[in-house]
Structure formats: structure tokens, C-alpha cells
């Protein structure tokens, strides 16, 4: 059994870096994020761009993955995700169920496995008993484990929100403190907020020195950083050099990819894979 430490290291590039490709959003956004790029509503989108721009990897859920990943499988590796939940209820205090196991990402030969986390929520609590066995037998078949670590609930409310850079720096301590062998993250906010606790509602510091503060917190973990919501070509550019120049090991952009057509998809990752090159 090739070992996940192994596996971890074939998901980087030669300078020690990683662009992953994520298809997981219908599960978590519905059918909203096709209402415009109505083309990405066929994961064979997702599969061209994967296979003309050579990402890294890319993320399924298990239904997808079982329908789909055969047309990109030698070429371009799956990450496969076991959790998730719809945006239907309300989100105060979330919680992803199990969707896909593990004996599921080892039929589908996937490098790895996702798994959100919502760090904060008031059911945290069966969240982390819930990570905890599905990294034991991840790890016991060779697989690592990257987790989506996102501050969620009231409690992140009432100290500032989830996007603060308390919030963040807090949820990728907790993945990494519970053993994830990646971390996924979001770029945080530096607005000012009363309720953020101290010392971070003094902190006068930049974007690229709080994202470098985030890394240094995981403790040698890898830290990826997320996209979000569309936005233009400048200013995802902008993004992928602030994170990567901060020492970021890689980047996990979805929407902005492949809500736009393939030529475009694979133009603007052309350019962001210059600048993850350095």
C-alpha cells in the first residue's frame, strides 16, 4: 500500500505547490452557481478544463466521481468528498453528514479525500468525532485527508464573523491540531469589528502578513486557499499572488474556473499557475 504521505507529495508540482480544480458546489449551493454559466451545469465542463489546463486534481462528489471520473482517470487525480450538506436549512449551526466513505474513494482510486469542517458550530462537538474516524481509516488505507475548515455558527457571529482573521487562523489551527495532511481555507477579511476578540481587533497589519500569520498557525500543515465567488480576472489574479507570495502551498479555485467557458478557463489558469511558478 503506497502511503499517504506519498500520495500528499503527487498532488504538488515540482516547487512544492498545488492548483486543485473543486466541482463540489452543487451539493452546497444548489443549482444557483449554473444560473449564468449555464455550460457548468455538465461536469464534463469541469473534466476538459481539468484535462487542458493539467491541474493538479479534482473534487467530486461521489455521485459525479462514479459518472464521471472515468474520463479523466490517468490524467488528472480525484479528490473525492465524503461530507456535505444542501444550504437549504438554515446555517447557524451547520453540520455535512457523511455522503461517501472510504472504501468509496479507494474503489475510485482517489489520492485523497475532503471534509468540511465547521469550526465554532454548536454541533462542532459530533463534527469532530465524525472527522476523527474517518481520518483513522483514511490514514489506515493510505489516504490524507484535506479539510475544509470553515468558522461557522452563532458563537463566530458574536466574535466577529466568519470571515475575520481570527475566525479563519482559529479553524485552520483546529484542522490541523485534528490531523488534516491539508487545509483548506478562505482569504479573510481585515475590516475593523468591535466583537472580534483581542489581539486581533488592534492588529494593523496587511493582507499578505495576515495570510502568512494563518499559515504559521497550522504548523507545517499545507494551506490551501479558496477562491470564493466569481470575481474579475484582475482581481483573482490578485488573490492567487497575494496568497502564493505569503508562502500559501497552493490554490483551490472552483467558481472562478469553470463559470467560465473552457477557453477562458483554461486562459486564466494559464496565468495563475505563472504565478504559483514564482
Known amino acids: 500500500m503506497e502511503p499517504k504521505e506519498v500520495k500528499l507529495n503527487r498532488l504538488f508540482q515540482t516547487n512544492g505547490k498545488t492548483l486543485i480544480l473543486p466541482y463540489d458546489q452543487g451539493l452546497e449551493h444548489g443549482p444557483r452557481d449554473f444560473f449564468q454559466a449555464t455550460f457548468a451545469r455538465d461536469p464534463m465542463h469541469i473534466i476538459e478544463i481539468a484535462k487542458k489546463a493539467k491541474y493538479n486534481a ?18 488528472v487525480p480525484l479528490i473525492l468528498k465524503v461530507n456535505g450538506k ?84 482559529y479553524a485552520g489551527r ?29 492588529y494593523d497589519i496587511g493582507l499578505g502578513d495576515a495570510i502568512k500569520q494563518i499559515i504559521a498557525s497550522t504548523g507545517g500543515v499545507p494551506v490551501i486557499f479558496a477562491g470564493g465567488e466569481m470575481v474579475s480576472d484582475n482581481d483573482l489574479i490578485k488573490k492567487a499572488e497575494v496568497c502564493i507570495k505569503a508562502g500559501a502551498s497552493g490554490l483551490i479555485f472552483g467558481r472562478n474556473i ?15 499557475k505563472e504565478i504559483i511558478k514564482g
Open 58 to 75: 479534482v473534487v467530486m462528489h461521489i455521485g459525479n466521481a462514479r459518472r464521471y471520473f472515468k474520463d479523466i482517470y490517468g490524467e
Open 258 to 272: 469553470w463559470q467560465r467557458p473552457l477557453k477562458e478557463a483554461v486562459g486564466i489558469t494559464g496565468k495563475i
Open 174 to 202: 483546529v484542522a490541523a491540531e485534528l490531523g488534516a495532511d491539508m487545509v483548506k481555507l478562505n482569504v479573510p477579511s481585515l475590516k475593523k469589528n468591535d466583537k472580534i476578540p483581542e489581539p486581533y481587533k488592534s
Open 86 to 169: 444542501t444550504e437549504i436549512p438554515s446555517d447557524d449551526e451547520p453540520l455535512s453528514p457523511l455522503t461517501a466513505s472510504v472504501n468509496d474513494a479507494l474503489s475510485l482510486s482517489a489520492i485523497a479525500i475532503g471534509y468540511t469542517l465547521y469550526v465554532g458550530s454548536a454541533r462542532q462537538d459530533e463534527d469532530i468525532e465524525q472527522f476523527s474516524e474517518i481520518r483513522e481509516e483514511a490514514h489506515r488505507h493510505g489516504l490524507p485527508v484535506i479539510v475544509w475548515s470553515y468558522p461557522r455558527g452563532e458563537d463566530i457571529k458574536e466574535k466577529g464573523g466568519k470571515d475575520s482573521l481570527y475566525a479563519i487562523e
